[in-house]
């Protein structure tokens, strides 16, 4: 193969294996902020693990109040430390295209019903009825029932806790791959797995035996034959721009 023609096909693939990464759909999402030893905001976005970051709590809002925040030891409420010092850390975070959203309370049917929310995160933890106990049929039945009754330009979430101490429902990671992952991402609303939390993330390494499982698809091509494409119909073209 001459040089030419080499380098071509490889400046070529570098360029395609770059924009078809962007097709790949499902990420996962983390909550930080009500365990001080989970560390700060820019070592969690640093990780490389999540495309998400959840701020919790916003625990008080609407209704004329004004909005409070509680993240446990970090700042807020009775800790003593103003919520301002995480601003760096979230201009940081976003700097990087990990979303950081304010997590509000739950109940908010309603407001899901406008189809106003890019994402929706379900705890299917700490709840009996679709909680993972015996085997994962109460969880799928509760999983299609929400994917029916959200738009599917919303991105939904699969919530499980990180580790068992995280919450009733502790799902294994062998089987949220095995078992939920498969039919969860053949909905066309699905964003990805939502976990609680960073701090028991990072002591059981959840998102690590996960995270090759969450990603709904990915572009599977013949590294050849693409670049035998590639070439012919670039060469066709330079072909024509040179006859010119």
């Known amino acids: 193969m001459a040089p030419q023609r080499l380098a071509l096909i ?105 189809n106003l929310f890019d994402y929706i995160f379900v705890q299917f933890y700490d709840n009996p009825s679709c909680s993972y106990t015996d085997g994962t049929s109460a969880l799928l039945e509760s999983w299609d029932k929400w994917v029916d009754s959200v738009a599917s330009n919303n991105s939904l979430f699969v919530g499980v806790p990180a580790a068992p101490s995280a919450g009733d429902g502790y799902i294994p990671p062998e089987v949220l791959n095995d078992e939920v992952l498969p039919h969860a991402k ?28 969450v990603i709904k698809s990915k572009l599977k091509v013949s590294v050849v034959s693409v670049s035998d494409a590639i070439y012919r119909g670039v060469s066709k073209a330079l072909r024509r721009l040179l006859v010119y």
Request: proline share 4%; hydrophobic share 35%.
């Open 10 to 114: 490889i400046l070529l693939l570098s360029l395609f294996t770059f924009s078809s990464s962007r097709a790949e759909n499902g990420g996962i999402a983390v909550y930080w902020g009500q365990d001080a030893r989970e560390g700060n905001l820019i070592a969690t976005c640093d990780s490389g693990k999540y495309a998400i970051v959840l701020l919790a709590f916003l625990h008080q809002f609407g209704a004329g109040r004004t909005p409070t925040l509680n993240f446990a030891g970090h700042c807020g409420d009775s800790s003593g430390r103003s919520c301002g010092l995480l601003q760096p850390q979230i201009n940081y975070c976003q700097a990087k295209g990990i979303k950081c959203p304010t997590d509000p309370i739950p109940y908010l049917g309603k407001a899901i019903a406008t």
């Open 186 to 213: 053949e909905a066309s609303n699905y964003g990805g797995v939502m976990l609680w939390d960073r701090y028991r993330d990072v002591q059981n390494g959840y998102s690590d035996s996960i995270m090759s499982n």
